[in-house]
């Protein structure tokens, strides 16, 4: 067996519980990156056509540390080429320590000062000699990692997150504006009920929605921002419809004229910002983190933050159909080059060059 591709602890890997960097390895295995995912037990069944073994934890004094117990006992029966560990860099290291022998690689998803054993940079420095090889998915992820560090022997590699182009659904789009994602204050979710507020008296015939919950699952808790958005949500017409599918959140993004992705946080990659160019909806997001990387001149920039920004960009999306149409065509050609298919080739290619050096 060549690769075996080790899940975070808390990662799904089902239809109806499945996170961003479940869906990525799922994009990947199935467009020709093979490999067997390991990963904590579930509760439900895991994807078809992928092979997935859970690791149950073994013994240790943390959590951390059980799982990587666990998925140590799970890999000792595979005996894999390669080890590929996806955004859990103490994951990584616990690995490389029980399996010298073979190359581990990290996958970083996030930005790695804030995650265990790489917040400073000795700690980066450290993790870059011990790792077989580094994936970012983002050029921003690779600067952040770099940060305060010398140049390592094995430099990073950037692999963008990849997608499945839909199919674009017939017809004309719903006038409508769409927030998918996580429900919290980071993602500027409030920032998006304040611009439908003050747009939507402005626009008959539109309307809007918020799909997503405080955490990618159907059982996410009611916290206290939720409780504080759902009345202006109300008062501003924005229908809040709770956390779906990750297919129904692309037939959302099929059908919308316009998505709204006005994270205030540095976004690693922005994922969200991808699906919706990939399913033709015009896209207006912030300029932070990643999302420039991924949408390019391919969507309207407003920053969450700047009163009155956020709602200009989306009044003028609703105001000018032609406009739509272009940013539309632009989103769906920039997509294709985040395809499964490009994704995985690369990924393949890496591979090889790092069996090869060992």
Known sequence: MQAAIVLPPNEGFAPGAVGAIGLLVHRLVRAGAAGVVVGAPMDTVPF??????????????????????????????????????????????????????????????????????????????????????????????????????????????????????????????????????????????DSFVSACAAVLPRLPGWRASIIGADRFSPTSPETPFLRTLRPAAAAAGVAMLGYRPHGDVMAAMLRAAVVAVPSRWEEPFGLSALEALACGAALVCSPRGGLPEVAGDAALYADPDKPGELAAAMLRLAEDAGLRERLSAAGRARAVGFSAGRAAAALLALRQEILAGA
């Not at 799970?74 to 022998?101: D, S, Y």
């Not at 770099?146 to 674009?168: F, H, Q």
Request: proline share 10%; hydrophobic share 45%.
């Open 48 to 189: 078809p056509g992928v092979q997935f073994v859970s690791a149950p934890p073994g013994f240790g004094l943390s959590r951390t540390a059980r799982y990587v117990a666990g998925v140590a006992r799970v890999l000792r029966r595979l005996g894999p080429a390669l080890i590929e560990v996806h955004n859990r860099p103490e994951v990584a290291l616990g690995l490389a320590r029980r399996f010298p022998g073979v190359p581990v690689v990290l996958w970083l998803n996030n930005d790695p000062q804030g995650m265990r054993r790489a917040r400073s940079p000795a700690e980066r420095t450290h993790l870059l000699a011990r790792m077989a090889r580094v994936v970012t998915a983002s050029d921003w992820i690779r600067r952040r990692l770099l940060d305060g560090v010398a140049a390592p022997d094995r430099a990073p590699v950037v692999l963008p997150n990849c997608i499945d182009l839909p199919d674009l659904a017939a017809g004309p789009r719903d006038l409508a504006f769409v927030f998918a994602g996580r429900v919290v204050a980071d993602k500027g979710v």
